[in-house]
């Protein structure tokens, strides 16, 4: 890249930012009342995106060969139960993730 093409990136990295941080600050002032798709985004939208995880998780495993998926089965199965105990979604897939990780690297 030159030194302008260098320039014009982090200019474009910077404004997005500033963007995505400011944007809901104008168009949701704290005086205003939040509108109700708003609200409704925000209670499923976790759930959501925590269904992703999953499916992005379990998208290439093969329960034909090699381990046949257990730490995959036994991280999601900690991180339902963490989630339904604890409610905490940050606390269930950082635990999750670090099972996982143990699991492969120490048991499988």
């Known amino acids: 890249m030159t030194t302008n093409q260098q320039i014009i990136t982090i200019a474009m ?3 997005g ?4 941080r400011f944007l809901p600050f104008l168009l949701f002032p704290a ?5 109700k798709y708003i609200q409704y985004l925000g209670k499923v ?3 959501a995106v925590f269904g992703l995880l999953v499916i992005y ?3 290439d495993v093969s329960v034909l060969q090699g381990n046949h998926g257990i730490p995959e089965i036994l991280a999601i199965a900690l991180t339902a139960g963490l989630h ?3 409610k905490n ?3 269930s897939i950082a635990a999750g993730t670090l099972f996982y ?7 499988f």
Request: hydrophobic fraction near 60%; include cysteine.
């Open 101 to 107: 990780m143990a699991l492969v690297q120490f048991v």
């Open 84 to 86: 339904l105990w604890k």
């Open 45 to 47: 939208l976790p759930a």
């Open 57 to 59: 998780c379990v998208k």
């Open 13 to 15: 990295v910077i404004l």
């Open 17 to 20: 930012t500033m963007l995505t």
């Open 31 to 35: 005086g205003k009342k939040t509108p």
């Open 89 to 91: 979604m940050f606390l």
